[in-house]
């Protein structure tokens, strides 16, 4: 994982990776000072200050909060888009069908027959769509784990799908379909 930014008259680039088993610090300095002599040598003219500093990870795996909440917050816009889309949506089937409810109704249903098919073709939507929605969580953690690579799989969050997910997406199911 890698970040650069300028840094005085140079470039400073942060890179977290791992040492090699049964590679020494003291080593994994020598290595560098040998790299950073290699890149000072290509330099030529240029600016001949290239050099590494190692620094442990203390504390774990890596904390992502700003990132963490930023996807987050974009995914509830889009759930939020993809909400009022749906609701023009049915505004709109409902207009379209506004003439077959009127031919039903004549021919003898009552409001409550219309609101209980209503009802039912709005809670077949939900349902439907709660475990297409689960399908596709499923496989979409399924690829982020496969696109993390190994050698940082340590290092980055493990997506992982928890009771409270399924049960609050049950619970949204249930409210949609009317049965809660």
């Known amino acids: 994982v890698g970040n650069a930014r ?11 990776v791992r040492l090699q088993e049964g590679l020494s610090i003291g080593a994994a300095y020598r290595e560098l000072g ?5 890149l000072n040598d290509l330099a030529g ?13 203390i504390g774990g795996p890596l904390k992502v ?10 995914v509830l816009m889009v759930l939020f888009v993809a909400c009022f889309n749906l609701a023009n949506l049915q505004v709109a089937r409902g207009l379209s ?9 004549a021919v003898g249903a009552s409001r409550k027959d219309l609101v ?5 073709e709005s809670g077949w939507r939900a349902a439907a769509g709660v475990v297409l929605g689960l399908l596709l969580t499923f496989w979409g953690i399924h690829l982020v784990r496969t696109a993390i690579p190994s050698s ?25 379909l009317g049965i809660v």
Request: hydrophobic share 50%.
């Open 6 to 16: 300028r840094w005085q008259s140079g470039i400073f680039v942060f890179n977290v």
């Open 34 to 38: 040998v790299a950073a002599s290699r």
């Open 45 to 57: 003219d240029g600016p001949n200050n290239a050099r590494f500093e190692l620094r442990k990870l």
């Open 65 to 74: 909060g700003g990132l963490h909440k930023a996807v987050i917050y974009a």
């Open 97 to 105: 069908r506004s003439r077959e409810l009127a031919t039903r109704a």
């Open 116 to 120: 209980r098919l209503l009802v039912a």
């Open 152 to 176: 940082l799989a340590e290092y980055a969050f493990r997506p992982q799908v928890s009771w409270r997910l399924f049960a609050f997406a049950t619970l949204t199911g249930g409210l949609a």
